[in-house]
């Protein structure tokens, strides 16, 4: 089993550009959450989708927006991007009735904006 | 708002010693999650031990052990024969049921050899 997966690893982005990053679950697993984890901070709860459907959201603006498809897959798109986007960003998977037992976390991915 | 604070940005402990990481939380909820959760440099994020609020016994894992003081709205963790695969960053973390994790900003903690 990979576990969870993330790609791409690092990214380079220019201010105003928009991004797509990536997560498949650990296998089995149907909720995927999505967290920001800005240099020298704790992560930040983007939302969670499960279904789906997004299941709950944390405080970020529209800009920030998910997908996730049939196979559980899932997708995090940020428009617009700005300096202060700059962060790693890390994908949790679970079973939704095992959410608050353990989430499994990707090794998520390092986006840069200039 | 729930919030979670850690006031130990760093520490350390000798190799084989014992160690306390403070984490303290606000809430009006009685019942909720709490978790300690570990970040190796480079590496993924993983649980390390979980309480359940309603649970007035302290959950273990191996040389992991909480002190949950729920009037207090405290949660440490213990490690106990501190190894050099302990370090790392180790987030408090906060959960009412049905209700997004909320994260601390972390304590570093280097093993001294």
């Known amino acids: 089993d990979a576990g969870v997966t993330q790609s791409p690893t690092h990214l380079i982005k220019t201010r105003g550009q928009q991004v797509t990053l990536r997560c498949s679950p650990k296998?089995?697993?149907?909720?995927v959450s999505w967290y920001q984890q800005a240099l020298g901070q704790g992560p930040q709860f983007i939302f969670q989708y499960y279904e789906e459907e997004e299941r709950q959201r944390g405080n970020f603006p529209d800009r920030f927006s998910g997908h996730q498809f049939p196979n559980y897959s899932s997708e995090l798109n940020v428009n617009a991007l700005w300096l202060g986007d700059s962060a790693l960003y890390l994908c949790?998977?679970?079973?939704?009735?095992?959410?608050?037992?353990?989430?499994?976390f990707g090794p998520g991915t390092r986006l840069t904006v200039l | 708002a729930q919030t979670v604070t850690q006031s130990q940005p760093e520490m350390s402990v000798q190799e084989a010693e014992t160690v306390t990481l403070s984490c303290t939380y606000d809430t009006s909820e009685s019942d909720y999650y709490l978790f300690w959760y570990k970040q190796p440099p480079s590496r993924q994020m993983i649980l390390v031990i979980r309480q359940e609020a309603y649970k007035q016994q302290n959950a273990t894992e191996n040389r992991f052990s909480v002190n949950f003081q729920k009037a207090a709205k405290s949660f440490s963790l213990k490690i106990s024969d501190s190894q050099l695969g302990d370090a790392a960053m180790y987030f408090c973390?906060?959960?009412?049921?049905?209700?997004?994790?909320?994260f601390g900003k972390g304590t570093r903690l280097h093993i001294l050899p």
């Open positions: 296998s089995g697993h149907d909720t």
């Open positions: 973390a906060y959960a009412s049921r049905d209700d997004k994790i909320i």
């Open positions: 949790a998977s679970s079973l939704v009735e095992n959410y608050y037992n353990e989430q499994f």
